[in-house]
């Protein structure tokens, strides 16, 4: 599609105009603190943005932390008439080490942190600085995915319907880190398959460019980490490839391993014995290390009992506002998001060698269940009590980082040219897929904020 001045309204120009107002409403729509663990993301954003990185005790204005305990929804939140107003008090408060989201290396709480800062420069309004937390977000989100949708050479289109999803718009409008994340784990795995061909980068600009993927997969929730597996995928040989794949597989296996300790040490380790979780993660860890099968049992059990619930909540659940989308959107947004998937091309356009193609499927889905073992795994150790029958904690927007592994491995509709006679091809038929998918996700924003703001 050709502009006036002749420029190509390309996938990422496209995700700029649509993603921009999109999220902007859905911050609008969603109030503060109604976003899934919202507020203890509020709290590490004031730790950060005062430079409390570490300790047992950390120091809070007496009001913000009201606030911020204290959903709108809350009969002990602060006045509506009165919010605008109110301002950071002297009075101070000190509480313990919060580890509720302990999950999330501390860095993950720059962006939100930084410009929490900044907003402190020119006022102490709370709620502004509560939203500056959130712009923060929101900010570093919607560059990653324009650089991923950019990046991947292939499922642009699939990429840009998961970005536009009301549950990412969410997790981006709102100060949780899980936007980021998102938005990291799809452009790590853009950066990834750019690179199978074994083309492009010289060996040490490679090694370089994985180590910065490795780094940032570090800085997202850890059990994202085996994406990183499909670096590993075997390249075409080119002139270098020698020296290119061994260089580029040891850095890629060298960083896996340490963000793997990294999440051990800062993670399982930090939060054994922690209230709500098994009574020792570490001891927890060692059991399911002796007999993998309970692991494999319990996440069975918990596909039987909750996969209809994830899907519901991918498509309309947001967070703690207990509202239910109703299910002529809930559907009808499924069943476009599916739409665009399949429309859109596939693994198989990645690699013209039909063998090495099915190798890609099998390493995207190997990615996608080892990402599930490690999330499954890790809240089975942290939060689910040992006489629980299926795994607590997993939410749908859980699979939103990694979900695009399955969606590429969709079989793959090769684009013709229209027959004589015929108008449409399959962009046609994508392109219209993607305007209802963009309009019943505006049509879901806008419900959203209708209902939640006559709540309050």
């Keep these: 599609m050709a502009g006036k001045t002749g420029r190509r309204l390309t996938p990422e120009r496209l995700f700029l105009m649509v993603y921009i107002p999109l999220v902007l409403a859905m911050m609008l729509a969603v109030p503060l603190g109604e976003a899934p663990d919202e507020q203890a993301h509020l709290r590490q954003s004031w730790l950060i943005s005062t430079g409390q990185f570490r300790g047992d005790e950390y120091i809070f204005p007496e009001n913000y932390l009201s606030m911020v305990n ?27 080490a919060d580890e509720t989201t302990g999950i999330y290396p501390r860095a993950a709480y720059l962006p939100q942190g930084l410009m929490m800062f900044l907003g402190r420069l020119f006022t102490d309004r709370i709620v502004i600085l509560l939203y500056s937390a959130r712009a923060g977000c929101m900010l570093i989100a919607g560059i990653l995915f324009y650089f991923a949708i950019r990046r991947i050479p292939a499922g642009k289109y699939t990429l840009l319907a998961i970005a536009c999803l009301p549950l990412t718009l969410q997790q981006a409008a709102s100060a949780s880190c899980d936007g980021m994340t998102i938005a990291g784990v799809n452009w790590i795995i853009a950066e990834m398959l750019r690179r199978i061909d074994g083309s492009g980068d010289r060996p040490v600009k490679q090694a370089a460019v994985s180590a910065c993927i490795g780094l940032l997969a570090v800085l997202c929730k850890l059990m994202y980490v085996p994406v990183l597996l499909i670096g590993l995928m075997p ?18 296996a060298g960083v896996l391993l340490a963000a793997l300790l990294v999440w051990y040490l800062s993670s399982v380790s930090a939060q054994a014995g922690g209230d709500g979780m098994t009574a020792s993660a570490i001891d927890r860890l060692r059991q399911l290390a002796g007999n993998p099968l ?4 319990a996440q069975v059990r918990t596909i039987i009992a909750l996969v209809p619930g994830w899907i519901r909540q991918l498509f309309g659940v947001f ?54 073992t490690v999330m499954s795994g890790s809240l089975m150790i942290w939060w689910t009590g040992e006489e629980d029958a299926v795994i607590e904690g997993i939410q749908g927007r859980y699979f939103l980082p990694c979900i695009i592994c399955l969606l590429l491995c969709l079989p793959e509709i090769r684009t013709r040219e229209p027959r004589e006679g015929r108008r449409l091809s399959i962009e046609s038929v994508r392109n219209g897929i993607l305007a209802v998918y963009l309009a019943l996700s505006a049509a879901t924003i806008a419900w959203l904020g209708t209902v939640v703001w006559k709540t309050f």
Aim: some cysteine; glycine content about 6%; aromatic content about 8%.
């Design 319 to 372: 967070g703690h506002l207990d509202r239910f989308t109703p299910w002529a959107l809930t559907i009808s947004l499924g069943v476009s998001f599916l739409g665009v998937a399949v429309a859109d091309s596939g693994a198989a356009s990645l690699l013209p060698e039909r063998k090495q193609a099915l190798v890609l499927r099998v390493l995207l889905i190997l990615a996608f269940v080892l990402c599930w």
């Design 294 to 297: 309970t692991l494999v049992k």
């Design 235 to 252: 390249r075409r040989k080119t002139g270098e490839a020698g020296e290119r794949r061994w260089l580029n597989r040891l850095v890629t």
């Design 70 to 96: 204290a959903s709108y929804s809350n009969p002990e939140a602060l006045d509506r008439e009165t919010i605008w107003e109110t301002r950071l008090s002297e009075k101070t408060v000190t509480v313990q």
